[in-house]
């Protein structure tokens, strides 16, 4: 069992903007929380680090924010290839990931 | 660039063992621990610890101690994890990864599986 609850899934149509909430005892410890997309059958990518930071090369339509113990990763302006699985992760000594959410695009 | 070019996907029987390979190349290697993660099928993602590239020191989850063994060979730059006393259950893709606070770049995954 996670440490970090997510939403199972969560959906919207293209263009819309849709937020991943992250909750656990260890948000908001410190800034150690990020997010990762994977594809079915590929590694994850980091997609934002340190609460609301991008990567080189991550769209800006990606961004973090975080209050309280939860986090969140809002996609903007919603593509077909954001179709994917995204994971909250949490750094605070120990290592902890969200169980995952399954974005659909409508 | 950064890469971590994992070895190939492993069929074993249960009860043998596997070794599980991690070769970094584009950066120092010393420089970042290299963290291990499992995926079992359909399901979330795993920490089982990490090694501290510069000491060799392992740490491990709670739920990964007992059969499982993070190494290096620092002249390959190469990471290794060794699970011993394979169970069904233990069954998965398992990927390293580099990590400093966060897990920047990651190994493609190598497949685990365990049937007789």
């Known amino acids: 069992q996670s440490a970090l609850t997510q939403p199972a899934s969560v959906s919207g149509s293209p263009g819309q903007s849709i937020i991943i909430s992250c909750t656990g005892p260890?948000?908001?410890?410190?800034?150690?929380v990020s997010w990762f997309q994977q594809h079915p059958g590929k590694a994850p990518q980091l997609m934002i680090y340190e609460v609301d930071n991008r990567p080189s090369g991550i769209s800006n339509r990606f961004s973090g924010s975080m209050s309280g113990n939860t986090a969140s990763l809002t996609i903007s302006g919603l593509q077909a290839e954001d179709e994917a699985d995204y994971y909250c992760?949490?750094?605070?000594?120990?290592?902890?990931f969200g169980g995952g959410t399954r974005v659909t695009v409508l | 660039q950064v890469q971590l070019e994992q070895s190939g996907s492993e069929l074993k029987a249960p009860g043998a063992s596997v070794k599980v390979s991690c070769r970094a190349s584009g950066y120092a290697f010393n420089t970042f621990s290299i963290n291990w993660v499992r995926q079992a099928p359909g399901r979330g993602l795993e920490w089982m610890g990490w090694i501290n590239t510069f000491t060799a020191n392992p740490i491990y989850a709670p739920d990964f101690t007992g059969r499982f063994v993070f190494s290096l060979d620092t002249s390959l730059t190469t990471a290794y994890l060794q699970i011993n006393n394979l169970r069904p259950d233990d069954t998965a893709v398992y990927f390293c990864?580099?990590?400093?606070?966060?897990?920047?770049?990651w190994g493609q995954g190598t497949r685990v599986t365990v049937s007789s």
């Open positions: 992760h949490s750094y605070a000594g120990i290592v902890r």
């Open positions: 990864a580099r990590e400093i606070k966060h897990f920047d770049f």
């Open positions: 260890t948000i908001g410890a410190n800034e150690y």
